[in-house]
């Protein structure tokens, strides 16, 4: 049996994300696949490191939970992003993470020293 949760209750889902990340969030981009799970090692190729705003998720509207304001930030080293990981402000604690089909950015081959930002980003809590 499959339940079925009100839109109330799907927001309320979603708002416990930004919560449990907290404010000032940080963005990893890395060159290496999605790992199997938060918990795994990251990825190698670790291209950049970007301080997400302080309020970084706009308020969760029909289901939705999307990115607030610029996110973006210079590239620490080259090569292409496969994958990505938001951390709590400590950069150590993982709680999303994804590829470049979840988030999209400006250009995903990155040089050193290139300025990256992130297009699009959102979460979606349905009903299964």
């Known amino acids: 049996m499959a339940f079925q949760y009100s839109v109330a209750v799907r927001n309320a889902k979603l708002e416990a994300v930004e919560t449990a990340a907290g404010a000032s969030a940080i963005l990893k981009l890395f060159s290496g696949a999605e790992p199997a799970n938060c918990a795994a090692a990251n990825p190698t190729g670790l291209l950049a490191t970007i301080a997400l705003p302080a309020d970084w998720l706009a308020v969760a509207a029909v289901g939705v939970k999307a990115k607030l ?14 994958s990505w990981r938001i951390f709590a402000s400590d950069g150590i604690t993982c709680h999303i993470q994804g590829n470049t089909t ?27």
């Open 69 to 82: 304001g610029v996110w973006s930030g210079t590239a620490s080293a080259a090569g292409v992003i496969a």
């Open 102 to 128: 979840d988030m999209t950015f400006d250009n995903t081959n990155v040089a050193l020293n290139q300025v990256i930002t992130v297009n699009t980003f959102q979460i979606t809590a349905g009903n299964p």
